[in-house]
């Protein structure tokens, strides 16, 4: 399988230190990110999951724990929003220009303002989609919160 995705390319480009996990995908998993985190030994706090969202009338991209839900009212507060909501499948493809399972927040066609909840940047490394489905990268949350010029809030 081919390494290199929008997202590799783009870590690459900003120089970040990444390393490649890959993993068997799951299309019938409940669940993708607890899944990918189960599959590779991961705690699962550590696996971030890439949603795409609407806050107000501003696509985002949101970077949450496997293992959390986000909570759209904090979402929607700290996008300067009243209200936030999920994109459809459908829609969020269209505007990442990745497959659902895949969605990476580097390498977007698009350019979305992203949101980390706060809690995964005490850990040493994160892991979030490569861009594709069964591949994930490892990196600095610092790293991923300056390439992605990303905001930490308590979002979950």
Known sequence: MAKSTPATVALEKAKV???LHEYEYDPNAERIGMQAAEALGIEPARLLKTLMAK???????????S????NLKRLASAAGAKSAAMLGAVEAERI??????G??????????????EQSA???????????RRGLQ?????????RVLGAT???IC
């Open 17 to 19: 230190a990444f390393k």
């Open 55 to 65: 806050a107000g009338n501003d696509v985002v991209c949101v970077l949450a724990p």
């Open 67 to 70: 293992d959390r839900e986000v």
């Open 96 to 101: 990442t220009g990745y497959h659902v399972g």
């Open 103 to 116: 969605i990476s927040p580097f390498g977007q066609k698009k350019r979305a303002r992203a949101f980390i």
């Open 121 to 131: 940047l005490q850990f040493p490394t994160v892991l979030c989609n490569g861009g």
């Open 137 to 145: 990268v490892e990196l600095a949350p610092a790293d991923l919160v």
């Open 152 to 154: 930490a809030a308590d």
